[in-house]
């Protein structure tokens, strides 16, 4: 199994959160992307900061708009990803790049 499959959602949370507040976005803006993604809303995330991402994805309801995430993260094509766990954790990683990069919530959202 590999070893982010047993990370905790607690500590990645503030790593998004760094990520993306250096690049003059806002934690409400991050907290409403992963809503979108997830269905927990920013309050549910911190409930669940002890939960590792193995956990965190086996009650998450991702999105419909799911398969509409495309691109590169960590050199490996989002939608060829083979393991589902492995390819819900890019997803979720590849929306936080998006904001980071200025993306619009709505282009993010795919709306």
């Known amino acids: 199994m590999a070893k982010i499959f047993e990370m ?7 790593l998004y959160l760094q990520k993306v507040v250096r690049k003059n976005r806002t934690q409400a803006e991050l907290d409403e992307i992963l ?10 995330c911190q409930e669940m900061s002890d939960y590792t991402l193995t956990e965190f994805f086996q009650v998450a309801q991702l999105n419909p708009k799911v398969k509409q995430i495309t691109g590169v993260v960590c050199g490996i094509r989002v939608e060829l990803i ?5 390819q819900k954790i890019r997803y979720m990683d590849k929306i936080v790049d998006e904001l ?8 993010i959202k795919r709306q």
């Open 82 to 86: 083979e393991d589902t766990l492995m």
């Open 8 to 14: 905790k959602f607690g500590k990645i949370y503030p």
């Open 100 to 107: 980071a990069r200025g993306w619009s919530i709505d282009k």
């Open 35 to 44: 809503e979108w993604l997830t269905g927990f809303d920013a309050e549910k």
